[in-house]
């Protein structure tokens, strides 16, 4: 209680600015699934969570900024299961909430430097001009757990991260950011999701190997981390600038892929269960890029392309034998957009992406997909994305309507059988100022093996409630 109040307290004396957020999300699956990772009948809950996000911010002196930003998020789902979880005050099984400090740094405006900022603590740095789903955006990992959620607030998010961040005003022309990262931060996923992947790992096994069949296999999964040194840490640097009205920048990142990728594949067949081992590691990796974005008669148009180049990754699989490289040696992944008003009525906005490779893809050599890397699916070979929205405000400030869709195609020859997507409708609300209530489903489909056809059967209908102060 009293570390409460000295955060609300600490604002006042220090001179600073509070706002955030109120919101509470709730969803519930319209389709029937018995798939083994999340079985599950129609009109049942599929999550419930509220969270609070509160940011503090100001300035000491001239020339100091700071900000912080701490989010209470509590899970809204049944929890109690024997009666010794209804005991306790306060804050047990029945009442949990977790608090996550989301973002807290300085900034240091002419640090030794007239044109030169520091900025230092952690945050969220965003790279790219692309519209949530970017190719370039390396310096945070990626959030997967909050991703499947398909809360619409985190879609295409990324974990801020402690960064020391330097930034040289040249002229509008032209700038210089570097930004170098203490520690590497691998990508978040969701509750179960190993054992998901455990478990699948089992039945292609049993699929590949007629040996395997009526026995039990025991997947043991391993996870190796990249040495923790100064010169071992993520780190980019980037120019940026205008010219004729282009906002650009070039960019290159020294890091790590932050999704785990199979180095090595073991097992004892002559034990029982059959024992199989399965090993995880970050390949180093780095990024070239350049972005860029504008406007022309009205439409506004950006892109995103990175050239990256992995390290020689080798991948063992010592159930057959087999020892190859991972990843060609340089691949490219690119985004390219375009947004246009329509003047029809209150206007109608719309919104077009093409994406050439998701956040999880990598172009893997032909001998690794042959082992079974690169798979349709989770980290599978680069793929294509077709991202279409429009709104229309049929009520100007009170009511909206939108409709996005997102189509997938791994294989262009094999339309049919490699296609998957969704679609998202949805109704928009604000009864009052600072307050909106969003309604909408999602729609999945597509073949089991497709990167969204694993959630065919997620159809769900949501609502989000969100008050701004």
Request: charged share 20%.
């Amino acid at each position: 209680m009293n570390g409460i109040l000295f955060a609300l307290i600490l604002p006042l004396s220090l001179n600073a600015s509070v706002g955030g957020k109120l919101r509470y999300y709730t969803t519930i699956f319209t389709t029937d699934s018995q798939e083994f990772f999340y079985p599950h009948r129609a009109g049942k809950f599929y999550l419930n969570k509220g969270d609070a996000r509160i940011h503090v911010e100001g300035t000491v002196g001239e020339n100091i900024d700071y900000f912080i930003r701490a989010d209470f998020i509590y899970m809204d789902v049944p929890s109690v299961e024997k009666l010794s979880d209804t005991e306790g005050i306060g804050w047990g099984k029945i009442n949990s909430f977790d608090l996550v400090l989301y973002e807290a740094y300085f900034k240091v405006e002419g640090f030794g430097l007239e044109n030169l900022d520091l900025k230092l603590g952690k945050q969220r740095l965003k790279w790219g001009k692309a519209d949530k789903i970017h190719v370039l955006d390396n310096i945070n990992p990626s959030d997967w757990a909050n991703f499947v959620t398909f809360d619409p607030d985190y879609f295409g998010e990324s974990i801020p991260t402690p960064v020391l961040s330097l930034t040289y005003y040249f002229s509008d022309y032209v700038n210089l950011e570097v930004n170098y990262t203490f520690s590497f931060k691998p990508a978040s996923f969701p509750l179960g999701f190993w054992e998901m992947a455990g478990e699948v790992m089992r039945r292609e096994l049993v699929e590949e190997f007629p040996l395997f069949e009526g026995s039990s296999i025991n997947v043991v999964q391993n996870l190796e981390m990249p040495a923790w040194r100064p010169d071992n840490n993520p780190w980019g640097i980037r120019l940026f600038g205008t010219v004729f009205n282009i906002d650009y920048a070039l960019s290159y990142f020294r890091g790590f892929f932050d999704m785990p990728v199979i180095s090595e594949i073991s097992g004892n067949i002559q034990t029982f269960p059959v024992a199989v081992s399965v090993t995880y590691g970050y390949p180093s990796l780095q990024v070239v890029g350049l972005e860029f974005s504008g406007e022309l008669f009205s439409i506004g148009w950006w892109g995103e392309l990175g050239i990256f180049i992995p390290e020689d990754w080798k991948f063992k699989n010592l159930l057959t034998s087999e020892t190859c490289s991972a990843f060609e040696k340089a691949y490219v992944k690119f985004v390219a957009g375009l947004d246009y008003t329509f003047s029809v009525g209150n206007g109608i906005y719309t919104n077009f992406q093409y994406i050439h490779g998701f956040f999880d893809e990598m172009d893997f050599t032909q001998r690794a997909e042959n082992s079974g890397l690169g798979r349709p699916g989770f980290e599978s070979e680069i793929e294509d994305y077709y991202l279409m929205r429009g709104e229309y405000q049929v009520i100007s400030e009170v009511l909206k309507v939108g409709l996005s869709f997102l189509l997938n195609v791994s294989d262009y020859s094999d339309f049919l059988d490699s296609n998957s997507y969704a679609i998202f409708p949805e109704l928009e609300y604000y009864p009052v100022d600072s307050l909106s209530i969003k309604a909408g489903s999602m729609i999945v489909d597509g073949k089991p093996s497709t990167k969204f056809g694993l959630f065919k059967k997620f159809d769900m209908v949501y609502v989000l409630a969100e008050f701004t102060f």
